[in-house]
């Protein structure tokens, strides 16, 4: 079984930038699997944030964070980084790392989350 570990969440104000990582307990897990970012606000469902694959590194985002949010990787590290820049109130939200089995396509193995609090 492995355990992805979020951690950098955390209180900023509108504007501020705030870096997010999350750590996988497997060794190469993010060599072998494609890694996303998701985030679920108070009230609403859990969406995708930001994307990237395992092999290319080929990054996808979402409209609300696109030219904003930097999705990255360190495969020594075994660590994806979520870089929140511009950040605003409405990026407030509970935000889950995932991995994603190629075979399946789906995301199979979730963190717990990291609370980012966004003020105006």
């Known amino acids: 079984q492995v355990q992805l570990e979020e951690s950098g969440g955390g209180l900023g104000q509108a504007g501020d930038s705030l870096r997010l990582s999350c750590v996988a307990s497997?060794?190469?897990?993010?060599?072998?699997?494609?890694m996303g970012w998701f985030r679920q606000a108070p009230g609403k469902e859990r969406e995708f944030v930001a994307g990237?694959?395992?092999?290319?590194?080929?990054?996808s985002y979402s409209d609300s964070v696109r030219g904003r949010f930097i999705i990255s990787r360190d495969n020594a590290r075994n660590t994806v980084y979520l870089q929140m820049n511009s950040l605003k109130p409405e990026d407030t939200a509970v935000y889950y790392c995932a991995g994603k089995s190629a075979a399946r396509g789906t995301y199979d193995y979730w963190g717990q989350g990291t609370q980012v609090t966004v003020s105006s």
């Open positions: 497997r060794r190469a897990f993010i060599m072998v699997y494609d």
């Open positions: 990237i694959s395992r092999s290319e590194s080929t990054t």
